[in-house]
């Protein structure tokens, strides 16, 4: 039995509404922590920055390795 296409997007926002209400505490909670780590991000830009190079650094050498192989 197929479902018309008006019915299939109403059944589909129906969806993602009761999704959304289920998780929008999670969602609020994500975006604050988002936002403290922004500020400290630039209240601490020396850690930001040590912390990111040291990642994106093995990130570099695997691709290179990758490429060797």
């Not at 975006?31 to 601490?44: D, S």
């Not at 190079?53 to 060797?68: C, E, H, K, N």
Request: glycine share 6%; charged share 15%; no cysteine.
């Amino acid at each position: 039995m197929g479902y018309s296409l008006e019915t299939a997007a109403e059944i589909y926002r129906d969806a993602l509404r009761r999704t959304v209400e289920k998780y929008s505490l999670l969602y609020l909670s994500e975006g604050a922590m988002l936002a403290i780590a922004g500020l400290l991000a630039i209240i601490y830009p020396l850690v930001t920055s040590s912390a990111i190079a040291a990642p994106l650094g093995w990130l570099l050498i695997a691709t290179a390795v990758m490429q060797a192989v």
